[in-house]
């Protein structure tokens, strides 16, 4: 038996576990007392949308059913904290339902033993799984957050492969790290290698040309931004500095192993924002390219304005950028310091419903506002591809945008797909809407009212109950009634904005 | 008659409908940078062959091998352009060279948003340049699929136009299909979006009414004009979307469709030659589908910048600053290379070695807007340019 076929029969037997024991895998998460729906759980109730809403859909993918107990219970700092925590954060129903994916845990050179197919599958499926289920959210948060930040095509070259090790290795690892830290693995990384074309960077005789291509996008999208004060002539000289790093290809002996190479390495003197290295330094001239780069201001304030745009609205308060600016500064770079930062500004607190759900965020919500059973199988994929944010889709080294203006086109995806959810209409995801309408203590026949105040985090406008009831009521019976009803709570204006 | 406002907006509109109808507008955007240089040849240029020793096209007079198509003594087609030799020969077809915006950070997002801006962010000004098009020139009467981005997401070109749309594939847009009763989803969803934000309100409003025109579009099938053989991929699919709306009279003025993967660093050839003839088989399938209806249609194909003169060590060319465009339609005055050749020896190159934009590719778009789609206040659309027409249009 060829290591090939041993990994086949591992990946039919996974299959085997998606499907067969999905319910058993619930039923365990249930057993560990923090899986699934729980028994009875809380909703809002008040007319302007609650505190703990907004925190949960701004720092998770919003609100679990019982999530708001949770918060009330320790607190905004509370939760915050026991967020900032994750590894006190008991996840095990989370990593049940996405330990199946083996491609995951595959050094990056034995990622060619899988079929393309399958590692863009798993990967993908896994992080839908970690956003939906994971208690651990501001950090599945952040993780998306980075790996916008750090975008990589999973569709240049060999990317496919390499992208799961990048995940796990870079944006996973340093999520909640060091922000140097953070950039050094991901320039280090055979993904990044590979789709910025750092494996191509090299200078053997004289008259070669660098490729600038990472170079760029390291001060202009991964540091200082594009107005950071960096010049041409700054980005050719890291260029030059970051000669002789590659990563060995999928046909090469120890592939994707990433080396530096001395002889292809420009070693003369190069100056970098005014700073000279001195020739000479080799492999530390990377080193030396990071501390300039990740320590400059231009790096606190535009990793600042990133976060502000995407936890507070999409044109930043320029008073939250420069608080959180100099939490970054202050902390040498400290991720969860910056961010503790971001979630205790007045601004975030006061910016409710300013932010147009991106089709991730959006889809997300909606199966945790449901209380989901996914499998994240190819039906639901496909609702994400059609608004055009599936994961690790983008092209362009920029990431997905954070504004609402190119997502504004995507609402009639979303109306299908919240009525597709909650009618049961796609492979591998199911809704029970009458043990979430028990669960939350609705009186049967007023399930429209209940799903509005649960899904918005506020009572329903009048228009808004009349809605949703008129629309429930043209179904013929109970079950179609309180599909209708949650299909468009999530399909309306207001569940489209956190 | 009672004099209101909307009346009086409708009889201006309706003594404009009696103009003859604008051009629709298809805006082609080559992302990630196209290499000008080597999809229009400069093959008079000695320091052409010396910058580019690999990745140079060899000249039209090599006896044998890959070689430019001549077009005009001086410049020449890539040769995995030939398909778009027939608008040439039509005459429908006009190339301009060596053009370009003034961005200088050489990043494809800088340089694609402010292509797609036409202005820069300082100014104040936002939106678009189509966008400000559409706002400058009123909505009202106008069709909800005026304005049509295809794919999943609006493009920066459209950004804050009045009405505008991304749209995928419109056999794909329909409303719950499998849900009990659509007309009741409609109604409702028609009612809370109503009272929605301003944005929300007029997005909802807009994916509501495109969906009622699409239903009955739908219901036909559609054989391409001319024997037509669209190229079998995502950009030939949107233009065969494109042209179906086109000749189905459902009043679109503007549509842009976007042809991915230019980014060309490293072993360039393998990467471009498929996507040139990806764009020349599509445009000249879309030109044939038309048949007469080519008349009142404006292709117009650019990219945010092109390459460095000299190739680098993998094959492949980086980032650099004049391309080309083309601009194909019924009326352009085609047949011709417009240029004005800054030339390729040293010290006619802009630093690190790049091609020196001499035509503003906005001078490109205000003479199409001007000519073709009725804009009077050009101005308002590129404000503070100096704008010079190209004699692109008679």
Not at chain 1, 321 to 329: E, G, L, M, P, S
Not at chain 1, 355 to 381: D, H, M, N, Y
Not at chain 2, 288 to 317: C, Q
Not at chain 2, 353 to 378: F, P, S, W
């Amino acid at each position: 038996m060829k290591r090939r076929d041993f990994l086949k029969v591992g990946a039919a037997g996974a299959a085997l576990a998606t499907s067969g024991c999905g319910k058993i895998r619930a039923k365990l998460g249930d057993w560990l007392g923090d899986g699934g729906v729980p028994d009875a759980f809380s909703v809002a109730a008040g007319a302007e949308t609650d505190d703990r809403v907004h925190l949960l859909n701004r720092a998770a993918f919003g609100p679990w059913p019982g999530d708001l107990e949770r918060v009330a219970k320790l607190g905004t700092e509370g939760w915050i904290e026991e967020q900032l925590n994750p590894a006190g954060i008991n996840d095990i129903a989370c990593t049940m339902r996405t330990r199946i994916f083996e491609s995951l845990h595959m050094k990056p050179g034995d990622m060619y033993e899988f079929k393309k197919k399958v590692v863009e599958e798993e990967l993908t499926r896994y992080t839908v799984l970690q956003a939906v289920y994971s208690k651990r959210q501001l950090y599945e948060v952040m993780v998306e957050f980075w790996s916008d930040h750090f975008n990589i095509h999973i569709g240049k070259a060999d990317c496919a492969w390499l992208l799961a090790p990048d995940q796990r290795d870079t944006i996973r690892a340093h999520a909640f790290g060091k922000f140097r830290d953070l950039v050094r693995t991901s320039a280090l990384s055979p993904a990044m290698l590979v789709y910025l074309d750092g494996r191509e960077n090299r200078k053997r005789k004289p008259d070669e040309m660098p490729n600038e291509n990472y170079a760029r996008e390291l001060l202009e999208l991964h540091t200082m931004g594009v107005h950071g004060g960096y010049t041409q002539r700054d980005v050719m000289e890291v260029a030059r500095c970051l000669t002789g790093w590659t990563c060995r290809k999928e046909n090469q002996l120890r592939k994707a192993r990433v080396e530096f190479h001395a002889g292809s390495h420009d070693d003369g003197e190069k100056t970098v924002l005014g700073r000279t290295i001195p020739a000479g330094l080799k492999e530390q001239d990377l080193e030396r390219v990071l501390d300039i780069v990740c320590a400059h201001p231009s790096t606190a304030l535009y990793i600042a304005e990133k976060l502000c745009r995407r936890f507070i609205e999409d044109t930043p308060p320029p008073s939250a950028v420069a608080k959180v600016a100099k939490a970054f500064t202050d902390s040498g770079g400290d991720i969860r310091a910056t961010l503790r930062a971001t979630l205790s500004t007045g601004e975030f607190r006061a910016a409710k419903g300013r932010k147009f759900k991106r089709p991730f965020r959006f889809v997300v919500s909606a199966l945790r506002a449901a209380g989901a059973e996914t499998e994240a199988r190819p039906a639901l994929l496909k609702y994400l591809q059609s608004m055009g944010q599936a994961p690790f889709q983008h092209p362009t080294p920029d990431g997905y945008p954070d504004e609402q203006g190119p997502w504004l086109g995507t609402l009639m995806w979303r109306w299908n797909f919240a009525l597709a959810l909650t009618s049961n209409a796609i492979g591998g995801t199911t809704v029970d809407t009458a043990g979430l309408a028990k669960a939350m203590g609705a009186p049967a026949g007023s399930e429209p009212e209940w799903f509005l105040r649960h899904a918005l985090g506020r009572e329903g406008l009048p228009m808004e109950k009349e809605t949703v009831r008129e629309f429930a009521a043209s179904a013929s019976d109970p079950w179609h009634r309180r599909a209708q009803a949650l299909g468009l709570v999530l399909a309306s204006p207001a569940f489209q904005k956190c | 008659m009672m004099m209101t406002r909307r009346n009086l907006l409708r009889m201006v509109f309706d003594a404009e409908a009696a103009l003859p109808a604008r051009d629709t507008l298809v805006c082609v955007f080559l992302r990630g940078g196209a290499d000008g240089l080597n999809l229009v040849v400069p093959f008079e240029e000695k320091a052409y062959y010396k910058l580019r020793p690999s990745l140079g096209v060899a000249r039209p007079d090599q006896p044998s091998g890959t070689k430019a198509m001549n077009l005009d003594g001086r410049f020449g087609l890539n040769p995995a352009l030939s398909a778009l030799k027939d608008l040439w020969d039509e005459k429908a077809l006009a190339i301009v060279h060596a053009v370009g915006s003034d961005d200088q950070t050489r990043s494809h997002f800088e340089a694609q948003d402010l292509m797609e801006r036409a202005t820069a962010l300082e100014t104040g000004v936002s939106g678009g340049w189509l966008a400000r098009h559409f706002q400058t020139t009123g909505t009202e009467g106008r069709s909800p699929l005026m304005a049509v981005g295809m794919g999943p997401r609006l493009p920066e070109t459209l950004r804050g136009a009045p009405v505008a749309l991304a749209l995928e594939s419109f056999d794909e847009f329909h409303l719950a299909r499998n849900s009990a009763s659509p007309e009741a989803l409609a109604k409702a969803l028609e009612r809370l979006y109503g009272a929605a934000e301003t944005d929300l309100a007029n997005a909802g409003g807009q994916s509501l009414r495109v969906l009622g025109t699409l239903d009955r579009l739908r219901q036909e099938t559609y054989t391409p004009g001319g024997g037509a053989a669209y190229p079998d991929s995502e950009f030939g699919r949107s233009l065969i979307s494109v042209a179906r709306l086109i000749k189905a009279g459902v009043g679109l003025e503007a549509a842009c469709v976007d042809l991915n993967g230019w980014d060309t660093h490293f072993g360039q050839a393998v990467l471009i030659d498929s996507l040139q003839r990806d764009l020349a088989e599509g445009l000249a399938a879309f030109r044939r589908d038309l048949g007469e209806t080519f008349k009142r249609v404006t292709v117009a194909v650019m990219s945010e910048f092109g390459r460095r003169a000299y190739e680098n060590t993998a094959f492949g060319t980086d980032h650099g600053r004049a391309g080309v465009m083309f601009v194909a339609g019924g009326a352009v005055r085609g047949g011709r290379v417009i240029t004005e050749w800054p030339g390729m020896e040293p010290g006619q190159l802009e630093e690190p070695g790049d091609l020196r934009v001499t035509i503003d590719y906005r001078d490109v778009l205000a003479e199409i807007l001007e000519k073709r789609q009725g804009q009077l206040q050009i101005s308002r659309v590129f404000p503070g340019v100096p704008l010079r027409h190209r004699g692109i249009f008679a």
